[in-house]
């Protein structure tokens, strides 16, 4: 800079540049600050707003109530009650250790609970459920919800949810039927049945929760509360209202299902009772039971170890649907269905019982080795010769008539799901040649490559099919012994299809979706049934010797229905387990006779003599199905 001759001050060439160098500095930097001002302010301020109105304003996920379950009658099976429950949030709990630590302490201070306690509850669900809240305790108080608000600070992660709890008003009555709850995993999040569920919520798991779980499952709400600075609420801004689930209208009767279980008197074992005509179920039970209450809140491991042990007896495993058992006497319905059909036998053919069969050194007795001389099929079911069927099943296995009694037990409904709207339901087994010999390969592989001690083999280390098929395993077959596996539905469904005339009915709970308060929404449709073709005169002549057995002396279990009103048609059965166990007990029984309506078939596992147990268990539910007296019911005096 210099001065000119009237002394004016000028710029050097050098100086303009630095101020033009200086002044394009000062116009970057407010030409930023202004962008990002205007960024802020005109482009980020719905989002900052949104932000700043999260920070003041929190949501309350509200828990949609189940819809409730009824009976046939529109009786309450299962319903709601209401619950506040402190959960935690993974993403929102401290990453610090000991931060985590401290939330325990203070959480368990005021839900009275041990920190570590806490802790093992909230790291137990989050190890499971990773992304999931974790349920600390449910129905807590309102002032303790009311002070978790006004200090969240103090509790980071930690939030409240009206929780609708499920009520099971007859506890172990219907247990199996109606199923449990239980938090939805991440394998169930990947199905499509729950499409828009969120992980934690509580989904069926079990029963008809499970099979109409998306019926009876609901539309969650929320309810939108504003907190100060300080975390303390304020006010509720708005509510979305959930939605309640739809109501679920069953075929079950709840009194008979209460006789079913009352005659099961918690002894391990079964019953159903159906509908033979369009298989509408009105009562499926199995004991021991269990109080799904207990599913209703988080559930202990120690009380699921104790429900799924063996010492308990496994009261979680539905015997009606999932028991494997022999069937004793009540299977030679199906003998003389498949005899009778494959032209075996007539309806009077008459075959000489003299006590016992010889086959391959092996001697095949009646029960209590009793002699029934010459008889027909009639009176073959009335006394349940064992010998009269025993002969139809080695005819059957010997004769070129390839797997007579297989292929009509399996037409008949063994050995295959019956298709009820229940889950889990298991197949049962009608043992061939080929199962017996193939498992048998199997056990010689094992027994040369481990080279088990007799003790093991005892056990089972290989197996159980320690010899290939025989005559004999067609022979036990014919009288339901053996390898047979069934269950009491199934063996409900067979009895079904003589009784209708040959419609292989598939047994139903579902009868209806309804809105709140019973209005019908939907029909359950019955599903269509298959129809084998059964001679009018051989189902005749096996209702015949069904009728016998109940009403005529010498009849299996005709002392046992002596005197009773309603007259039934119904067969025993026995069937020995061996190893030392208890034989099982079973009855099936057919009412009104001669145009049978119901299906009722109770079993034991150790209930000895079918006429002994099963069968006064079955009068008992048929007094309450068809509202007559029970009166005493004596036992029979029939060995079968």
Same mark, same amino acid.
């Given at each position: 800079?210099?001065?000119?001759?009237?002394?004016?001050?000028?710029?050097?060439?050098?100086?303009?540049?630095?101020?033009?160098?200086?002044?394009?500095?000062?116009?970057?930097?407010?030409?930023?600050?202004?962008?990002?001002?205007?960024?802020?302010?005109?482009?980020?301020? /719905? #989002? !900052?707003?949104?932000? =700043?109105?999260?920070? &003041? $304003?929190?949501?309350?996920? *509200?828990?949609?109530?189940?819809?409730?379950?009824?009976?046939?009658?529109?009786?309450?099976?299962?319903?709601?009650?209401?619950?506040?429950?402190?959960?935690?949030?993974?993403?929102?709990?401290?990453?610090?250790?000991?931060?985590?630590?401290?939330?325990?302490?203070?959480?368990?201070?005021?839900?009275?609970?041990?920190?570590?306690?806490?802790?093992?509850?909230?790291?137990?669900?989050?190890?499971?459920?990773?992304?999931?809240?974790?349920?600390?305790?449910?129905?807590?108080?309102?002032?303790?919800?009311?002070?978790?608000?006004?200090?969240?600070?103090?509790?980071?992660?930690?939030?409240?949810?009206?929780?609708?709890?499920?009520?099971?008003?007859?506890?172990?009555?219907?247990?199996?039927?109606?199923?449990?709850?239980?938090?939805?995993?991440?394998?169930?999040?990947?199905? /499509? #049945? !729950?499409?828009?569920? =969120?992980?934690?919520? &509580? $989904?069926?798991?079990?029963? *008809?929760?499970?099979?109409?779980?998306?019926?009876?499952?609901?539309?969650?709400?929320?309810?939108?509360?504003?907190?100060?600075?300080?975390?303390?609420?304020?006010?509720?801004?708005?509510?979305?209202?959930?939605?309640?689930?739809?109501?679920?209208?069953?075929?079950?009767?709840?009194?008979?299902?209460?006789?079913?279980?009352?005659?099961?008197?918690?002894?391990?074992?079964?019953?159903?009772?159906?509908?033979?005509?369009?298989?509408?179920?009105?009562?499926?039970?199995?004991?021991?039971?269990?109080?799904?209450?207990?599913?209703?809140?988080?559930?202990?491991?120690?009380?699921?170890?104790?429900?799924?042990?063996?010492?308990?007896?496994?009261?979680?495993?539905?015997?009606?649907?999932?028991?494997?058992?022999?069937?004793?006497?009540?299977?030679?319905?199906?003998?003389?269905?498949?005899?009778?059909?494959?032209?075996?036998?007539?309806?009077?053919?008459?075959?000489?019982?003299?006590?016992?069969?010889?086959?391959?050194?092996?001697?095949?007795?009646?029960?209590?080795?009793?002699v029934n001389g010459a008889l027909a099929l009639r009176q073959a079911l009335s006394v349940s010769s064992d010998v009269f069927f025993y002969k139809l099943g080695l005819e059957a296995n010997s004769s070129g008539n390839g797997l007579l009694i297989q292929d009509w037990a399996k037409r008949l409904g063994l050995g295959r799901p019956t298709g009820i709207d229940l889950p889990s339901e298991a197949p049962g087994l009608v043992p061939t040649p080929s199962y017996r010999n193939d498992g048998y390969a199997e056990y010689r592989k094992c027994v040369a490559k481990n080279k088990p001690t007799p003790e093991e083999i005892s056990l089972g280390e290989c197996g159980f099919l320690d010899r290939p098929w025989s005559q004999g395993d067609n022979i036990n077959l014919s009288v339901g012994q053996g390898d047979l596996q069934a269950d009491p539905l199934q063996m409900a469904v067979a009895y079904a299809a003589v009784a209708n005339g040959g419609k292989v009915v598939q047994p139903r709970l579902g009868q209806r979706i309804e809105y709140p308060g019973g209005r019908v929404l939907q029909e359950l449709d019955a599903p269509v049934s298959r129809r084998l073709k059964i001679s009018a005169a051989n189902r005749q002549a096996i209702l015949d010797g069904l009728r016998s057995a109940a009403s005529e002396p010498g009849g299996t279990s005709a002392d046992v229905f002596?005197?009773?009103?309603?007259?039934?048609?119904?067969?025993?059965?026995?069937?020995?387990?061996?190893?030392?166990?208890?034989?099982?007990?079973?009855?099936?029984?057919?009412?009104?006779?001669?145009?049978?309506?119901?299906?009722?078939?109770?079993?034991?596992?150790?209930?000895?003599?079918?006429?002994?147990?099963?069968?006064?268990?079955?009068?008992?539910?048929?007094?309450?199905?068809?509202?007559?007296?029970?009166?005493?019911?004596?036992?029979?005096?029939?060995?079968?």
């Amino acid at each position: 800079m210099y001065l000119d001759s009237d002394n004016r001050r000028q710029l050097t060439p050098q100086l303009a540049l630095r101020v033009a160098i200086i002044g394009g500095v000062a116009l970057v930097a407010f030409g930023l600050v202004f962008f990002r001002l205007w960024y802020l302010q005109v482009l980020s301020g /719905d #989002r !900052y707003k949104a932000e =700043a109105s999260e920070n &003041r $304003v929190r949501e309350i996920k *509200v828990q949609a109530p189940r819809g409730e379950i009824v009976d046939r009658e529109g009786r309450v099976l299962v319903d709601n009650r209401t619950g506040l429950a402190v959960r935690v949030t993974p993403d929102d709990l401290p990453t610090d250790p000991a931060q985590r630590q401290d939330v325990y302490r203070r959480l368990g201070e005021v839900l009275k609970m041990k920190p570590a306690r806490v802790e093992r509850t909230v790291e137990r669900q989050l190890e499971a459920l990773p992304y999931s809240p974790a349920t600390v305790k449910e129905q807590v108080a309102q002032p303790i919800v009311y002070y978790l608000f006004e200090n969240q600070e103090d509790f980071p992660g930690v939030t409240v949810e009206q929780v609708f709890l499920r009520q099971y008003p007859h506890k172990e009555i219907g247990a199996h039927l109606f199923g449990t709850l239980g938090e939805m995993t991440k394998e169930q999040q990947r199905e /499509d #049945r !729950y499409r828009g569920v =969120a992980l934690g919520d &509580r $989904v069926g798991q079990s029963g *008809v929760e499970y099979q109409y779980d998306r019926f009876l499952r609901g539309r969650n709400g929320a309810s939108r509360v504003e907190v100060d600075a300080l975390g303390s609420l304020r006010q509720t801004l708005a509510e979305r209202r959930p939605a309640q689930g739809r109501q679920l209208r069953l075929s079950v009767d709840l009194d008979v299902q209460r006789a079913g279980q009352d005659a099961l008197g918690g002894a391990p074992g079964a019953f159903a009772v159906m509908n033979v005509r369009n298989g509408e179920v009105l009562a499926l039970g199995s004991s021991p039971s269990f109080d799904p209450n207990l599913f209703s809140k988080l559930i202990r491991p120690a009380d699921y170890k104790r429900l799924s042990s063996e010492e308990a007896g496994k009261p979680l495993v539905n015997r009606a649907t999932q028991g494997g058992y022999p069937t004793g006497s009540t299977f030679k319905l199906i003998t003389a269905v498949a005899a009778l059909e494959g032209g075996l036998i007539t309806p009077d053919t008459v075959q000489y019982d003299p006590g016992s069969l010889r086959v391959g050194g092996v001697t095949f007795k009646n029960a209590g080795g009793v002699v029934n001389g010459a008889l027909a099929l009639r009176q073959a079911l009335s006394v349940s010769s064992d010998v009269f069927f025993y002969k139809l099943g080695l005819e059957a296995n010997s004769s070129g008539n390839g797997l007579l009694i297989q292929d009509w037990a399996k037409r008949l409904g063994l050995g295959r799901p019956t298709g009820i709207d229940l889950p889990s339901e298991a197949p049962g087994l009608v043992p061939t040649p080929s199962y017996r010999n193939d498992g048998y390969a199997e056990y010689r592989k094992c027994v040369a490559k481990n080279k088990p001690t007799p003790e093991e083999i005892s056990l089972g280390e290989c197996g159980f099919l320690d010899r290939p098929w025989s005559q004999g395993d067609n022979i036990n077959l014919s009288v339901g012994q053996g390898d047979l596996q069934a269950d009491p539905l199934q063996m409900a469904v067979a009895y079904a299809a003589v009784a209708n005339g040959g419609k292989v009915v598939q047994p139903r709970l579902g009868q209806r979706i309804e809105y709140p308060g019973g209005r019908v929404l939907q029909e359950l449709d019955a599903p269509v049934s298959r129809r084998l073709k059964i001679s009018a005169a051989n189902r005749q002549a096996i209702l015949d010797g069904l009728r016998s057995a109940a009403s005529e002396p010498g009849g299996t279990s005709a002392d046992v229905f002596s005197g009773f009103e309603i007259p039934i048609a119904g067969k025993t059965g026995t069937a020995e387990k061996g190893a030392g166990r208890a034989d099982q007990s079973w009855y099936a029984a057919l009412a009104p006779y001669p145009s049978p309506k119901y299906v009722v078939v109770t079993t034991f596992e150790a209930g000895g003599f079918g006429a002994e147990t099963a069968a006064p268990a079955a009068r008992s539910i048929l007094a309450e199905l068809f509202g007559v007296k029970a009166g005493a019911a004596p036992s029979g005096d029939s060995p079968d």
